[in-house]
């Protein structure tokens, strides 16, 4: 089976799709991995969808939206940010966005005087750091190599950091089977007590909702569709009757439910 993911290799995506393929290709954004599935050029894709401190990953939620795919399974991986550079003469500090927000307040208290760069990925930020002695990077401390010293280990502001990935399959490969689900809902509708509505689906079965999400919908303003994440696979029966109840609600809009799968923890 062949993968593909944010690259280059090192990223935290990466350490992710190791437990999914043993091959593993590269894209520099979330939306052109998902668009790589959909249209068969891989098997499978791994994206973030949530970080534990940051939240979500908006172009996650909108690709899944846009393009026609399936969740296959869930990949939970600790987040362990080291401060990586060539000395500690560096001037300014080069990371993806989150990774940088992650470590907000360490950079704060320790390099105070440090710029901050946003690029593609951590990876790239370590790569910076590998081609300029004024760059440090975040990333696994693994990526220091030969020619990078760790400046600092552990620095994201919470010990508890982990991110969320979805393994993204061809809409084929939807599953049933699974632990949890996570379904897109796009009411085309605006009126009071409508998300109520869409909630009680779920809460009158006693299903637990992990996740909702609001995104705009690009149709106009103030208007959104929901993401949901619920603890139930589709083979269940309250399960189903919930999503027969939010397409009945939705009926005017779309409703895509992505798939049921299981959730594995990757340690390394």
């Excluded at 979330?30 to 973030?48: C, K, L, M, N, Y």
């Excluded at 080291?82 to 940088?100: M, N």
């Excluded at 609001?214 to 029966?237: K, N, Q, T, W």
């Amino acid at each position: 089976m062949n993968a593909v993911t944010l690259g280059p290799a090192g990223t935290y995506s990466h350490r992710a799709a190791r437990s999914v393929a043993a091959e593993v290709s590269f894209r520099e954004s979330v939306t052109a991995i998902v668009d790589a599935v959909a249209s068969g050029e891989f098997e499978r894709g791994v994206v973030p969808i949530e970080n534990s401190i940051e939240g979500s990953v908006t172009e996650s939620l909108d690709a899944l939206a846009d393009y026609d795919v399936a969740v296959t399974r869930e990949v939970v991986t600790p987040i362990r940010h080291a401060l990586l550079a060539q000395d500690d003469g560096f001037e300014v500090v080069a990371s993806h966005s989150q990774a940088l927000a992650q470590c907000r307040n360490w950079l704060e208290a320790n390099y105070p005087d440090a710029g901050l760069e946003a690029v593609a990925s951590t990876a790239r930020g370590v790569e910076r750091a590998r081609e300029d002695a004024r760059v440090a990077g975040i990333g696994h401390p693994d990526n220091a190599g030969d020619d990078l010293d760790i400046l600092a280990a552990d620095i994201q502001d919470r010990t508890s950091n982990a991110t969320r990935f979805l393994v993204v399959a061809p809409e084929s490969a939807r599953s049933d089977a699974g632990g949890k689900t996570t379904l897109i809902v796009y009411p085309n509708a605006n009126y009071p007590g409508l998300l109520l509505e869409l909630l009680e689906a779920f809460a009158d079965r006693n299903l637990n909702l992990s996740r909702i999400e609001s995104r705009p919908s690009g149709e106009r303003l103030g208007d959104y569709l929901f993401h949901f994440d619920v603890d139930a696979g589709l083979y269940e029966d309250h399960m189903a009757k919930a999503v027969e109840d939010v397409e009945a609600i939705a009926d005017n809009g779309w409703v895509k439910v992505l798939g049921s799968y299981d959730t594995e923890h990757v340690l390394d």
